[in-house]
């Protein structure tokens, strides 16, 4: 985010001073897109309704990091597209261009909104964002549909931008997020205990979402490939360094601040960057966690080595 505000600090000086906070560039979309979230997800049946806006209500939206980075990375990309940007059949102006960007980030939150729900539904999680989760409130048969209502929701509003290579990125993205939480599910002790394997869970998890939705962000600005392919790797990292702050946090966050009960990875037997970083260090960690994590004994035993 220093880099973003640095990068836009120099293209356009008017734009930001020295010390000014990034996030406020954009505050102001982001209520925006606090509204056009709400009023996308109105269902015709009122308890299907109510479901789906659940976690889209004032207080419990989450920390909305997806979408403020990539509101930050359009106004980084968006500052060299001249005005008006309309130079052949399919330019659009740079209102346009932005309108198209925010409904990336609606997009993008909707489809990580859906994964929190089914998420929550695989884990049998009780809280979420600091309140009940879905699943605890209404029932597992509920959560589901209302992810899978707002997919769809998603899925529209991304075929509304009539682009084919934004619309198979996103698209692509959904198999990812299946594809790292059947990884996390089905990992052998023996296999998961490689952080390669945890890396490459973690990119279809975590990182793909962001990654493909910066990229698609530097697609729309008119960017080149090479740029388009640039905004995908600070994503893909960003998106890497984030999953690791958050599996460390599992560990050393409360309650409280984690919005979320706490060593939820390693209750659900789930082996996490810092589990095989202390597995590295203490070899006799390896047959702590070949036994599993069942038996809440052998969690205190395990906690002791990180
Ligand atoms: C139906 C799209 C779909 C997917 C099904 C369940 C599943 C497959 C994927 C789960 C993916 C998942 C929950 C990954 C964890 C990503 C993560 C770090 C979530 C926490 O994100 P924050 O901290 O949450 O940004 P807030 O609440 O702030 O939005």
Known sequence: ??????NIHHQSSSIVEEQQDPFSLVADELSLLANRLQSMVVAEVPKLASAAEYLFKMGVEGKR???TVLLLMATALNVSV???????PGDVSTKELRARQQSIAEITEMIHVASLLHDDVLDDADTRRGIGSLN???GNKLAVLAGDFLLSRACVALAALKNTEVVSLLAKVVEHLVTGETMQMTSTSQQCCSMEYYMQKTYYKTA???SNSCKAIALLAGQTAEVAMLAYEYGRNLGLAFQLMDDILDFT???ASLGK????DIRHGIITAPMLFAMEEF???HAVVDQGFDDPANVDLALEYL
Do not use: A, C, K
Not at 1 to 6: A, C
Not at 82 to 88: A, D, H, I, N, Q
Not at 261 to 264: E, Q
């Open 1 to 6: 985010l220093h880099g973003f505000s640095h």
């Open 65 to 67: 990091f997806r979408p």
């Open 82 to 88: 001249p005005e008006p940007y309309l130079s052949g």
């Open 136 to 138: 605890f409130v209404m």
């Open 208 to 210: 793909s979402l962001i």
């Open 253 to 255: 966050g409360t309650s």
């Open 261 to 264: 009960g706490s060593l939820s």
């Open 283 to 285: 070899p006799q960690l």
